[in-house]
């Protein structure tokens, strides 16, 4: 079971899509509602909303005025659930998740306990219109029935925590357990991906991973030395020293490991190379410049991504672009970058903006030609469009934000603007 927490300011745009009365979707996975906590009962989503907002009243300064948690256990766990048996899940985890006191190393209290579970809050079920893959959304108010504010310090350590609480009284899978179930698949990706590797580079490797859906995050020393790394996919961090057989996968042993995989091949050019040239034309300039930028153009190639499937520490959100509704799993931090960026109280055009934004980082379509495609800058532009292997999703979505208004302009609403 994995769950996650994460305090926001865009509780309305949460609260219309956990209820599935979202504009943008269209054709909605089955959603359940199971409870509503301190409300009245049968309000639709803006109802619920308002109600919130009154918990938070004298608490003026508040940016983040709401907690979004997702609860994600196993299919084979919740088979059989029926309604009762989400509403006791939920409140199981919320009691959980406030019974935690959390403290830094020298034990002193950094995040007092919370009250979720005294607070005004909505909890749905979503379940995958594919796979029927379950995981329960919550909003719920950062102020108490009693008026005191959910602390939302580490909050996605409370949530990790209360998900491995619940997993355990119930016997279920923890995340520790996926974790180390999941290692040895990981260990055969990174061999496969030094098998495909015709010369040893940490670039090629990166590339290599990259395509099987891993992040790779170097750890350098003050002199620029690679001295380890980590694996990182969803949410699930894998070190090196974890990987292989004989921490072969290590950043010091890696590239004898890689070697080791090649030895037939660099034993046989290293024997074609002994051999006398017998008769051998002296190859021309323009052969030796049709072989020499390979290499370049491959590590050129912008990096692309797949957000179509449900992937941990993503939100599921709908878009429109040209005419079409599309579904994608985009990650938190994007989600709230796009968020911040085309703010609703500023902006006339803000979903138009933040649709064009999507449909970029998606690669749905490309700033340098405006039909749909897969990706790529398409026909008439030799120029790519994608997110290079080095550069972080906040990054590209920065720049598919600035893309999206250029094209389109930035309309300010009328009136009083924020101070």
Known sequence: MIAKAKAVAHGIRAMLYVSGESRNKKHPERIIHICDNFMPQGMDASGIWTEMKFATMNHPNIR???????ISPAMEHTENFTLDDWQELWRN??????????????GKVVSAQTNISGSKSSIWLHEESDSGIPHLHAIVSRADEDGNINNDHAIHLRAQRAAEMIARQRGWITAQHIHENNIPKVSSDCMEALRKLD???????QERLATKGYKLYLRKDKKNVIRGYVLLKGNTKFKASELGKGRNLTASRIKQTWEKLHQDKTQQVRTTAKQPVVQTPKPSVSTATKQKPQPVIRQNNPFFEDYTSYKPNCQPTEFEHDGKSYKRYLPDKVLDFFNDEFDHRELANWQALQNLAMAYFTLITSPYEMTSGGGGGGSQSDLKWGR????????????CA???????????????KRK
């Open 93 to 106: 985890f919320a009691a959980a998740f406030d019974i935690q006191e959390i403290r830094d190393k020298d």
């Open 402 to 416: 600035l893309a999206a208004s250029n094209r389109i302009g930035r309309h300010p609403k009328g009136g009083m």
């Open 388 to 399: 290079d292997p080095k550069e972080d999703e906040i990054e590209f979505a920065r720049r």
């Open 199 to 205: 010369e040893w580079s940490w670039n090629g490797y």
């Open 64 to 70: 983040n005025n709401a907690i979004r948690i997702e």
